[in-house]
């Protein structure tokens, strides 16, 4: 993702966030109410909606935009010790932003310009290039943090986890055939290479088998057989059914272990574990601490006209929403993170609300 955190940290408002974000069953048209009604009774939902509203919101380019794995993952060396790692992608090209205005007239021109500019990036040489960064966290010490380091909703400090650099991601060719290539491509959180881990954050968990099985109901059951999506190297596990298959025939034995052909389930690919604590059926209990980072990015982090323009960008989608209901709630969080945050959007959109009341 461009951004560092996302909407939700439980797994079961994803169907519920998707159909905020997509057209209205009856009208076809997309909503700004159900946007504004999910996230105003969504007060995890703030720190994103503050991104993704600012400059952050509409990158230039591909070429001009961050990367993050959003969530928090597991390294385990080969001595088998373990630290919690967050994943960064910085542009070599640097961050570059569009305002909204100059974002809506493009859009109008060629909404094909970030395809098209990345594109003609590669086809000319100048490849685009992301410096790949990790934040380290001791195993232990990641249990004990100030903060849950699993919560999808929130970063994790800078200043107590610095940047360490990894190495280089660069985009150097075009696809041959975009379908095959782009359009039937496959991804999986759930896909890991031995020495990397999922963690208990929630939300990661719930995406170790929804994008996998999206994938098998997008492109077909065996998705992963084709050369988009397959490995480079021989695959040996036994499995040769399903709809559109393309592997080949590997004999009479379709079951592991057997006596015949050798091959044996790997135990150093074993994930190492780690022991969790909590209820069945209740969803992890992350701290309700939904303003301070918001707050924190506002009021320190946005310069002066960062913070007009974010404001500009709320005000054009939230002033659409007829209920008077759904803007105060919105407010009064944006209020709970910053007061100026609040009463400029409030005086922005003429919402009369008295801020007196907020706890």
Not at 19 to 38: I, V, Y
Request: charged letters at 30%; aromatic letters at 12%; glycine letters at 6%.
């Amino acid at each position: 993702m461009s951004l560092p955190v996302f909407f939700i940290r439980d797994a079961k408002k994803f169907p519920d966030f998707i159909h905020t974000q997509k057209r209205d069953p009856k009208t076809h048209l997309h909503s700004d109410r159900a946007k504004w009604d999910f996230w105003s009774y969504s007060p995890e939902s703030l720190h994103m909606v503050t991104m993704l509203f600012g400059d952050r919101g509409i990158p230039a380019t591909y070429r001009n935009m961050n990367g993050f794995g959003n969530h928090t993952f597991l390294w385990v060396n080969e001595a088998g010790e373990r630290s919690w790692v967050k994943y960064h992608f910085k542009p070599k090209a640097g961050v570059k932003s569009l305002t909204a205005d100059v974002a809506t007239k493009l859009d109008g021109e060629n909404p094909d310009s970030a395809t098209q500019d990345l594109e003609e990036s590669i086809k000319k040489g100048d490849y685009p290039e992301w410096t790949m960064y990790v934040q380290i966290i001791p195993f232990e010490e990641g249990w004990n943090y100030k903060q849950n380091i699993f919560d999808v909703t929130r970063t994790v400090s800078h200043k107590d986890y610095p940047l360490h650099e990894v190495g280089t991601m660069t985009f150097n060719r075009n696809p041959e055939n975009y379908f095959t290539d782009v359009e039937e491509a496959g991804f999986s959180p759930a896909n890991l290479v031995p020495g990397i881990e999922a963690s208990p954050d929630k939300m990661l968990q719930g995406r170790l088998f929804s994008y996998a099985d999206a994938q098998r109901y997008r492109v077909g059951a065996n998705a992963n057989q084709l050369p988009v999506n397959a490995p480079k190297v021989p695959v040996h596990d036994h499995q040769v059914d399903g709809v559109m298959g393309t592997n080949k025939n590997t004999g009479d034995i379709n079951y592991e272990p057997n006596s015949f052909d050798g091959i044996k389930e790997e135990p150093s690919a074993k994930e190492t574990g780690y022991d969790v604590e909590g209820r069945i059926g209740n969803h992890v209990t992350y701290d309700d601490d939904f303003y301070t980072q918001p707050g924190i990015l506002y009021r320190d982090i946005m310069s002066e006209d960062e913070r007009e323009r974010l404001v500009s960008n709320i005000a054009a989608s939230l002033g659409n929403v007829d209920d008077e209901d759904i803007q105060k709630r919105e407010v009064t969080q944006f209020y709970k993170a910053d007061p100026d945050y609040g009463k400029r959007v409030a005086e922005a959109i003429d919402l009369d609300i008295d801020f007196d009341t907020i706890d």
